[in-house]
């Protein structure tokens, strides 16, 4: 009886070892993430208090997606991210705008001055979209795919694809791309 006492205990010790190291190893932040929390600590230190409330606002919502199914794990989804607060923002300084409220106005619009420097300043044009559409086409074509409107759309946007990380609206991607087809 004491000897299967003792072969029991180092299975269940070696089982807890191993869930517990596959529950401590962290993912990696995405560099636009990084880059905002650095930001924040510096204007924590400069005591920047309009900057960093939106800094901690941001971080906040990304905090918050990691809690669901869809957590924020790329540049990209970061730049949805801020794309989506500054339209926010921009709707809301419009109705401060019509509600004569120049004070909230120019808060909001302070906001989006700030979260303008993490979007690229580069965005591509419709010229260019349209020959990366027509040379994914044409690869598809080439190596005998099937070529609609979802496939093409699979190979531009996912990840390692011609658009995986441009600053591009997906709905004018696709409407591109049906026009094409």
């Known amino acids: 009886m004491l000897a299967a006492r003792f072969s029991y205990k180092p299975k269940r010790l070696l089982f807890w070892c191993a869930y517990s190291s596959t529950a401590s190893t962290p993912t990696a932040a995405p560099s636009l993430l990084l880059k905002v929390r650095n930001d924040m600590k510096a204007a924590m230190k400069a ?9 901690r606002g941001l971080i906040s919502e990304v905090t918050n997606a990691a809690k669901s199914s869809k957590p924020i794990t790329t540049d990209s989804q970061m730049l949805n991210l801020i794309r989506k607060r500054v339209k926010s923002s921009e709707s809301a300084a419009e109705e401060f705008q019509n509600a004569k409220r120049e004070d909230l106005r120019a808060r909001e619009v302070a906001q989006i001055g700030v979260l303008q420097e993490y979007m690229p300043s580069k965005t591509l044009s419709e010229g260019d979209l349209t020959t990366i559409i027509q040379d994914a086409i044409g690869k598809m074509k080439a190596e005998g795919k099937d070529v609609n409107r979802g496939s093409v759309m699979k190979a531009l946007v996912a990840e390692g694809g011609s658009l995986d990380g441009q600053l591009v609206d997906k709905k004018d991607v696709a409407m591109l791309v049906q026009g094409i087809i």
């Open 47 to 55: 005591k920047d208090g309009s900057r960093l409330d939106v800094l």
